[in-house]
């Protein structure tokens, strides 16, 4: 479960910043170049990614726990 949320929310941010910077014209090349929406897009896809991330971290830690028996 660990693993598929890193990848998952690694893969979301990578998207997001692509997205974003298109959305506000920084990457250019493609339909989504200076619209705005992509820029929207991107910055939720980020925030999405990095809660996973967060949450992946946190299983992690909880794994590492003793349990009491």
């Known amino acids: 479960m660990r693993k598929a949320l890193n990848i998952i929310g690694a893969v ?8 974003f910077l298109q959305g506000i014209n920084i990457l250019p090349g493609s ?3 200076g619209q705005i929406q ?4 991107g910055a939720v896809a980020i925030v999405v990614g990095l809660v996973l ?3 992946a971290r946190r299983l992690a830690g909880a794994s590492r726990l003793p349990r009491d028996s």
């Open 38 to 41: 992509w820029a929207v897009y």
């Open 31 to 33: 339909f989504m170049t």
């Open 53 to 55: 991330l967060v949450a």
């Open 12 to 19: 979301l941010v990578f998207f997001g910043v692509v997205w």
